[in-house]
């Protein structure tokens, strides 16, 4: 059953409460309209810190808000928990899992992203991404569980294995997960095991490319990699994946005719790809649109849908282009919280501009530049301001992340926990959130190393 709409006020229906449908619920705080926010989970989550709760730097709460806590003081907001599985276009329907049916006017999706194995799901298991909480407490478990059975093993072969760890992807995530593990390994275990050195831990960073953190400037990406590497990570560029299981990657160097070899190791975490949420491909199958490779829909200028005015698409679900206000050549909108924000606030506006009967103004992002840590006072900020761009890195540039991070957080309580917690972890070198509560599926303690047939290099 649908429900009716309230005093006939325009029915909005957002989907997603990340960064672009936080930011799009909060626009329209002042509007006569009544807007139905759906999530299949009860927080907003800042992903930009998601890699710490799974390095075990922030607990879980540091970094989340409760949906219906950020809307309490927001009566034309309905919160719902729960997964959107069909949107009906013709009928103006959204219908959840479990079978209820909302009838919307205006509907924003912004449903996100998932992992991306590049046709290669089977390696999921093996390989686990980082976009959710449940993501980050299982990265945190394998993590942490590898210590505990390399402790256990009397065979060095094997205790050699479950002591490599290898990140894939040398994007923002891919980067700043490497660098925390190496603290891990070189500062926050050490002197906790009897059998072990945690500090002989190898932390291994595979790029497919020439250089990590390709969207950054070269002088930045090269001091990116000079950081790692001084953090005791192994980098190894133009490295491709070509299988995973549960004992080892196998990695190709270098062009197609280059060596592949394996890595043995016992814990792998995935930062290479992400896709665009299903609901981009049944929106298009619907409406007769196409999708980028990623899944994305392309939107008009106003991040409408062709033929559809009433649907906006925003984040990662969109492929939008920013055009500016004197014209010239439209450029891509890069998939980081910002671009999230400003489509979120730009498709609610133009939601009112509908209503209102004016004509809709095209999206225009706003790049004020990108910034990565890599660990203890090590960053690189490309920075784009009114007055040039900064480029710096190190001790400065690390500063500037942090501060920047917490004044983004949402929520006054989360800036002082996380604030507190950054301090006392800088000057104790210990992170206090290592908790493996299941311990239901631990692996084998004492499986036998896969014996590769190509040579292995470690």
Not at 133 to 152: P, Q, S, T, Y
Not at 170 to 189: F, K, N, Q, S, Y
Not at 377 to 393: E, H, K, Q, T, Y
Request: net charge neutral.
């Amino acid at each position: 059953m649908t429900p009716a709409p309230a005093h006939n006020k325009p029915r909005i229906v957002i989907i997603g409460c990340g960064f672009g449908g936080l930011e799009a619920a909060r626009t329209l705080r002042r509007a006569d309209v009544d807007i139905t926010l759906i999530d299949r989970t009860n927080h907003h989550l800042f992903q930009p810190l998601l890699y710490q709760v799974a390095t075990a730097g922030l607990s879980a709460p540091a970094i989340a808000a409760p949906v219906r806590h950020l809307f309490r003081d927001q009566p034309n907001v309905t919160t719902l928990l729960g997964e959107v599985s069909t949107v009906d276009a013709a009928a103006r329907q959204v219908t959840l899992a479990d079978g209820l049916v909302l009838g919307y006017d205006h509907l924003i999706v912004a449903a996100g992203a998932t992992h991306s194995y590049f046709g290669r799901d089977e390696w999921e298991q093996h390989a686990p991404g980082l976009k959710t909480l449940d993501d980050a407490f299982e990265i945190r478990r394998r993590l942490l569980l590898a210590f505990e059975e390399a402790e256990k093993q009397d065979d060095p072969v094997l205790r050699a294995a479950w002591l490599n760890f290898v990140v894939i992807g040398g994007g923002p995530t891919g980067v700043e997960m490497a660098g925390t593990m190496a603290e891990i390994a070189r500062h926050t275990l050490s002197g906790e095991f009897r059998r072990i050195d945690p500090a002989t831990a190898r932390i291994i960073l595979l790029e497919g490319g020439p250089r990590v953190l390709q969207a950054m400037p070269q002088s930045l990406s090269e001091r990116a990699t000079e950081q790692l590497r001084k953090l005791g990570v192994d980098v190894r560029l133009d490295a491709r994946v070509t299988s995973i299981d549960g004992t080892r990657v196998q990695v190709q160097s270098g062009s197609s005719a280059g060596q592949t070899y394996d890595i043995e190791t016992r814990c792998v975490v995935w930062a290479a790809g992400v896709a665009a949420s299903p609901l981009g491909k049944q929106l298009a199958a619907q409406l007769g649109l196409e999708t980028d490779r990623a899944g994305r829909l392309a939107v008009l200028p106003d991040l409408s849908l062709p033929g559809r005015p009433e649907i906006s698409v925003i984040g990662d679900l969109a492929a939008a282009k920013s055009h500016e206000p004197g014209g010239g050549e439209p450029r891509s909108v890069p998939g980081v919280s910002p671009g999230a924000k400003q489509m979120g606030r730009c498709a609610a506006a133009n939601i009112l501009r509908r209503i209102q009967g004016n004509q809709t103004v095209a999206f225009h992002y706003k790049d004020y530049g990108n910034l990565a840590t890599i660990g203890r006072n090590a960053a690189v900020v490309d920075l784009v301001s009114p007055l040039g761009n900064f480029r710096f890195s190190g001790y400065p540039a690390w500063l500037f992340w942090l501060f920047a991070h917490i004044y983004f957080l949402i929520g006054f309580r989360n800036r002082i926990v996380v604030l507190i917690d950054w301090a006392s972890a800088y000057w104790s070198k210990q992170r206090y959130a290592r908790v493996i509560a299941d311990l239901s599926d631990q692996a084998p303690a004492h499986q036998p190393p896969h014996r590769p047939t190509q040579p292995t290099q470690l």
